[in-house]
């Protein structure tokens, strides 16, 4: 199992950035998935997360209204829209999905936004 993400890199507050995180090496569409971000010094948190066909969703209360989760399971990636961009937005963001029946849990390397002027 492999998760790829990308589009990160350096915005101004208010900015826009888009990241995709394609996924390989399971059946997309049985999966749910999570975008996670870790700030410098602080734990990992749960930014949002989608169900299996899309039709689920569910986010962090400090990016609900600005980050909108999607995927597209034709192209086996989901991809997290981060609007009105803020300083504390800065992290590295990753994808991740879970295998109950693998006991598995499954993380792209991460990809590193930051939000400055």
């Known amino acids: 199992v492999q998760l790829v993400e990308s589009g990160g890199g350096l915005v101004q507050p208010g900015g826009s950035l888009r990241l995709p995180c394609a996924v390989s090496?399971?059946?997309?569409?049985?999966?749910?998935m999570g975008w996670h971000r870790q700030a410098s010094g602080k734990g990992r948190e749960l930014v949002a997360a989608i169900n299996g066909n899309g039709s689920g969703t569910n986010y962090a209360n400090s990016v609900k209204g600005r980050f909108a989760i999607s995927r597209d399971n034709a192209k086996n990636t989901v991809y997290l829209q981060m609007n009105s961009l803020k300083p504390e937005d800065t992290a590295v963001y990753y994808c991740?999905?879970?295998?109950?029946?693998?006991?598995?849990?499954?993380w792209g390397q991460g990809t590193q936004v930051t939000v400055s002027s």
């Open positions: 090496g399971l059946s997309f569409s049985n999966y749910a």
């Open positions: 991740n999905t879970n295998s109950a029946l693998a006991g598995a849990s499954y």
